[in-house]
């Protein structure tokens, strides 16, 4: 495993970033919000950016074979899964990639599932494709959260026709298990569903759990789907703004025959080879990278033991982002007060994600981006506990 300090700057070096993380806020906030991990990218990945630069090799994006091909072997090193090269085809972003489905699949009004608490893009896409959102919120336990097959079955007969499935979940780090996929991909073909599963997490899942791709579930579900992924999160790559859309079925195929043809040419030249060569060339980095997202999660998961045994904390499944409940400190504390991401940023200056941005439902709980030093982890739950 590479060293901690080989593969992260020091804080004050990361505050000379230039993206939203280290922007958003004065200099003086330690950013814990927005998903993007701190560490450094791959060198492959860095060694071919300046080579595309130093050749002035920064035109518009052709046709790249080598993305498709590289995801092939992706999948199928990771996930034991062979989709179609033919079918994979290339978007600005995963946001983008949603929209535009839904764009070319969806009459304005329909409805959309979603299962709150959840990504907050997911309602602003939704809202961008005039289509409406039908909230399915996920079942809360004790150990983790569960999608609640019920209440899709509800929705769908309902009248309800896209789900966007959060596999693996965010803000919960949550692996939904195959019997789960199955299920609901059975329920969307007898109700004449699309789903369309954002996968963009999916690399960093933590060995001890089993990611299933949703197109790798089963026929219905190959029916019914499609997949939009990227390099951006697992790689540290959400600047250069490429993405895929996967399909496996001729039905889905003819499906997306109305998306713009002009949604490949809007995508980075730099973005999308950056991709291949992730997919291809950079498991070892990976490895680390989710080494270093586990370490860090078990260090909060103690963290939250002793300092804050009594706030609800669901232990991630992968990613590196955590998801709090508050709602007992709130209750207790007159300090801090109904919007706890806000007093904690005033007082603390550290920023969270205000659970609210995940679900109206959620006003009290925060969200944790833990893929950054331990101290800063440790500095983010030690602030929370002064309201104990």
């Not at 079918?87 to 329909?110: C, F, K, N």
């Not at 995508?267 to 990976?286: H, K, P, Q, V, Y």
């Amino acid at each position: 495993m590479t060293s901690m300090s080989d593969f992260l700057r020091p804080n004050a070096e990361l505050h000379q970033r230039h993206s939203s993380k280290w922007r958003r806020y004065a200099p003086d906030v330690m950013p814990m919000h927005v998903a993007e991990m701190d560490y450094e990218i791959a060198p492959s990945i860095k060694a071919l950016l300046i080579d595309f630069v130093t050749r002035s090799d920064i035109g518009y994006l052709g046709p790249v074979p080598e993305v498709a091909e590289a995801f092939l072997g992706f999948a199928s090193r990771h996930w034991n899964w062979q989709p179609d090269p033919k079918q994979i085809r290339i978007a600005t972003d995963v946001g983008v990639g949603t929209v535009e489905i839904l764009r070319a699949i969806a009459a304005p009004g329909e409805r959309v599932v979603i299962n709150s608490p959840v990504y907050h893009s997911f309602y602003e896409w939704i809202a961008e494709a005039k289509l409406e959102v039908q909230d399915v919120p996920l079942i809360r336990g004790t150990e983790t959260w569960n999608l609640d097959i019920d209440g899709i079955r509800a929705a769908f007969e309902s009248g309800a026709k896209y789900l966007l499935l959060c596999s693996p979940h965010n803000p919960l780090g949550r692996v939904h298990s195959r019997h789960e996929l199955a299920e609901i991909a059975e329920l969307a073909k007898q109700h004449g569903v699309v789903v369309i599963s954002d996968e963009i997490h999916a690399p960093l899942t933590y060995p001890e759990q089993e990611f299933t791709p949703w197109l790798a579930v089963s026929d219905a579900a190959r029916e019914v789907g499609v997949v939009v992924t990227a390099a951006s999160k697992s790689f540290n790559l959400a600047g250069l703004k490429a993405s895929i859309i996967v399909t496996q079925h001729p039905s889905m195929v003819a499906k997306l025959s109305a998306l713009p043809a002009a949604l490949h040419w809007r995508s980075s030249i730099l973005g999308a080879f950056a991709m291949a060569e992730a997919f291809a060339g950079c498991d070892e980095w990976l490895a680390t990278a989710v080494e270093h997202n586990q370490a860090a999660r078990d260090h909060l998961t103690a963290l939250m033991h002793n300092y804050l045994p009594d706030v609800p904390y669901w232990v991630p499944q992968g990613g590196y982002l955590a998801w709090l409940d508050l709602t007992g400190l709130v209750a207790s504390s007159a300090k801090l007060g109904d919007n706890p991401a806000l007093t904690i940023l005033e007082e603390h200056k550290i920023s969270l994600v205000p659970g609210a941005d995940h679900g109206a439902a959620y006003g009290k709980f925060v969200r944790i981006n833990f893929a950054t030093h331990l101290w800063n982890v440790e500095a983010t739950v030690k602030a929370i506990a002064t309201y104990l």
